[in-house]
């Protein structure tokens, strides 16, 4: 678009938002006013981040969610206000971290756009909007971030693409296709940087796909090496996968992975096996609803723990755990920490070549293990909660988990991991015999939602002191909860996650409310903090959509109610008054 049209579109539509005008731009990228002094991210940098910057998904490459500003504390949260807002433009489940670069913020949105913005006044810097093909396959149009390395931002797209774009222009470097997009394979999840290689899985486990993690060249594009979720013949596992049911086994890998400088490892969480009823794949069926650790530079599986075997509820086990210290009866453990989707909090510890199990308890109400063996932590099932062919089976909680895929945190200072965790919830699934056709459904499965008898309420923020294995406090809502949780020295945490369209700050010793502010949408996506010049701010997307949605529609079918949430993205972003 010519400068001189440009002025005259904007003389002509003053009353538009400039998100909506910028949607008119070209796809190939668009610059308002390119980035002059960018600052390049190295590995050091992603590995100790300024306490100023929020540079990947979780803030640091551990997974804690945890920033060490304290500016803003529990003593003044309560005058905390929007200093600005900014519309995407975009219906749907907005679900990414805004990342900050020395006061550059990148978001991504649905539908593959990528936004770079002045983080002090919300001004647009540039825009970036993928093409996209008209068959696309994509049950869920969201995205979760994207990841920085040197000069570029790294995007990962509904076709199952990565992208690489100039971080001061938005303009495209390379394009590198991972997968087949017309077999169900696409990407939701913000890439994982290290060492020069970026490191995307897949989205598509309900289609039949083969899960996998893939690292390309940062410069290139090129592909380093690639680890499939689900072991071929003559791959260690393949054996509990019977005949050739490995090919469309699932275990999709959507969630960012962490990384492990000094083992040189990254972790990543792995989905259910397809399709959903076990009874159709006798066996363990390794590696889904696994964490699995990858060494980043050949992609060799070092180590794994599988949290159920041949699972038959969708319970995805994608969100990474946090890497984290515990001490535990007096010894000194290099832990992973998993809220999971089946409803237990695992402690694991992690060495160079394994991964073993230490403890795990339900945090919520689950009534589909028997037992667990206190050595291997291999579960047992309870029959009557286990999926099968031809029957309906009703278990505990329902197929969104204890947790989905909104991630917990934890805070050194307190000492507290926090849990957006949902109780009360079961479900029934049917199983049925389903034949494999490129690109379509593959669970198998037919399923309701339902509610334990007398439930007084849905959603939770739980708080674990991981040390003593105990639970902390407990913050109730009658919404269920998909708030990604964001903690601070300044002994707060942030979340939103509620049907009501709250952004809520709670003491995060005790849990107690300090602060909310109800925002245009339901918030499923995940906050962020840093400064600039010194003043610390509090990002997050609002945005209402995918699986939350779904779930609304349930919760509402078995209570007799209507709610309403609005549409429409919005990056809100506050501070404290001057």
């Not at 100790?48 to 803030?59: A, C, I, K, Q, T």
């Not at 007398?454 to 991981?466: K, R, S, V």
């Amino acid at each position: 678009m010519h400068a001189a049209r440009l002025l005259s579109t904007l003389a002509t539509l003053r009353t538009a938002s400039f998100a909506a005008l910028l949607y008119l731009l070209s796809s190939a990228g668009w610059a308002q006013a390119p980035i002059t002094d960018y600052s390049t991210v190295t590995d050091a940098r992603l590995q100790n981040p300024e306490d100023s910057n929020w540079l990947s998904y979780r803030g640091t490459l551990d997974g804690w969610g945890y920033s060490k500003l304290d500016q803003i504390d529990s003593d003044n949260v309560a005058q905390l206000q929007p200093v600005w807002t900014f519309s995407t433009g975009v219906n749907g489940g907005h679900e990414s971290p805004p990342i900050v670069n020395d006061g550059v913020m990148y978001v991504t949105t649905p539908e593959n756009l990528v936004y770079a913005i002045d983080a002090a006044s919300g001004d647009p810097l540039w825009r970036y909007q993928h093409d996209l093909p008209d068959d696309l396959i994509a049950p869920h149009r969201t995205n979760r971030g994207v990841a920085l390395f040197g000069d570029k931002v790294f995007t990962a797209t509904l076709d199952a693409r990565v992208i690489a774009l100039d971080a001061s222009t938005g303009e495209k470097i390379w394009d590198t296709s991972v997968q087949d997009n017309s077999h169900g394979y696409y990407i939701t999840m913000a890439p994982l940087a290290v060492d020069g290689k970026i490191m995307v899985g897949s989205s598509g486990g309900e289609r039949g796909i083969r899960g996998f993690v893939v690292a390309l060249d940062a410069d290139t594009g090129e592909q380093l090496w690639r680890t499939y979720t689900v072991p071929g013949p003559g791959e260690p596992g393949n054996e509990t996968w019977p005949g050739d049911t490995w090919r469309t086994g699932g275990a999709a890998v959507w969630v960012p992975g962490h990384y492990d400088p000094e083992l040189g490892l990254s972790y990543w969480g792995t989905g259910n096996p397809g399709p959903w009823i076990g009874d159709q794949r006798p066996g363990d069926n390794l590696y889904s609803n696994s964490v699995i650790a990858l060494d980043v530079n050949s992609g060799e599986m070092k180590a794994h723990h599988q949290y159920h075997w041949n699972g038959s509820w969708d319970w995805d086990e994608v969100s990474t755990p946090m890497l984290m210290p515990v001490e535990r009866n007096g010894r000194q453990i290099n832990a992973l920490v998993h809220p999971a989707r089946n409803g237990y909090l695992w402690l694991l510890e992690r060495a160079s070549d394994a991964i073993n199990f230490v403890d795990a308890q339900p945090y919520v109400f689950q009534n589909a293990f028997a037992s667990i063996d206190p050595v291997s932590g291999r579960p047992s099932y309870d029959p009557a909660h286990k999926p099968v062919t031809g029957s309906v089976r009703s278990f505990c909680p329902s197929l969104w988990g204890g947790k989905d895929w909104p991630p917990a945190a934890y805070n050194p200072e307190t000492g507290l991991i926090y849990i957006p965790a949902n109780e009360n919830t079961c479900g029934n699934i049917e199983g049925r015999e389903v034949e494999y056709e490129p690109g379509s459904s593959f669970t198998g499965a037919r399923s309701d939602f339902t509610l334990v008898e007398g439930a007084d309420h849905i959603g939770e923020i739980q708080a674990w002191d991981m040390d003593t294995g105990e639970e902390v406090w407990t913050r109730e809502f009658d919404s269920h909860n998909w708030g990604g949780i964001l903690t601070t020295r300044g002994n707060l945490l942030f979340s939103g996650g509620t049907t009501d369209r709250f952004f809520r700050a709670h003491n995060a010793s005790t849990g107690e409310e300090l602060w909310r502010f109800r925002t245009n949408s339901g918030i499923i996506g995940v906050p962020s903090t840093f400064s600039v010049n010194g003043k610390q701010y509090v990002a997050v997307q609002s945005g209402w959509g995918v699986d939350a949605a779904g779930m609304t529609g349930r919760i509402d079918r078995q209570k007799g109610t209507r709610t309403f949430v609005p549409q429409g993205g919005v990056v809100w972003v506050f501070a404290l008054p001057e």
